[in-house]
């Protein structure tokens, strides 16, 4: 085939004058065949190396948006971080300085204000949880945690995602019933 190809070159050179042998022509495809492997070489080499810069920064960005929108972590310690709210990742979170039997009555009568029925509610002396569906049908789960002898842990989850809004208004509700609790229920 190759051979067939150069004849007919061979030919047209010898009819049109010009000066060719047969050796150059060989020399000229193989150096036209041999330069174009080293252009789709380079090509290929400088797109995969974009590849790479794309997915290292694709990475970076990835890691440090998990970085920057992890939320802000309140860490409470001790009695004097009672009353400590924070909204983290969905779920408001607060530190009360009363046992975990005011607190509950409190998110009971917190819920019945609301109108809101529980559906499931179970408590024992380390934790407690009440779980109720609102208007649109959305999961509401208030968690309760011994955290010490006269502190409780409170979380208050509304549906999958959170809703800052509805749980500051459970949350103040309840506020509101732990202060409005006789002294002799109250831990001093």
């Given at each position: 085939m190759y051979e067939a190809?150069?004849?007919q070159e061979t030919e047209y050179i010898r009819s049109t004058g010009a000066i060719m042998t047969i050796e150059k022509l060989k020399m000229l495809y193989r150096n036209m065949i041999?330069?174009?492997w080293f252009i789709v070489e380079v090509f290929q080499r400088i797109r995969r190396a974009k590849m790479?810069?794309?997915?290292?920064?694709?990475?970076a960005t990835l890691v440090g948006s998990m970085l920057l929108l992890q939320g802000c972590v309140v860490a409470a310690v001790?009695?004097?971080a009672a009353?400590?709210?924070?909204y983290v990742r969905g779920d408001l979170q607060a530190v009360e300085s009363e046992s975990i039997d005011v607190v509950y009555e409190a998110s009971l009568k917190a819920l019945k204000e609301l109108e809101l029925l529980p559906t499931r509610k179970s408590k024992d002396a380390l934790g407690a949880e009440i779980v109720t569906y609102d208007a649109q049908d959305k999961?509401?789960?208030?968690?309760?945690k011994s955290a010490a002898e006269k502190t409780t842990e409170l979380s208050i989850r509304i549906g999958v995602f959170g809703s800052e809004t509805?749980?500051?208004?459970i949350y103040q509700k309840i506020r509101d019933n732990i202060q409005k609790q006789p002294e002799h229920t109250r831990v001093p």
């Open positions: 190809k150069w004849v041999c330069s174009g790479l810069k794309s997915q290292i920064l694709l990475i001790g009695l004097g009353g400590t709210i924070a999961k509401i789960t208030i968690r309760l509805k749980s500051r208004l």
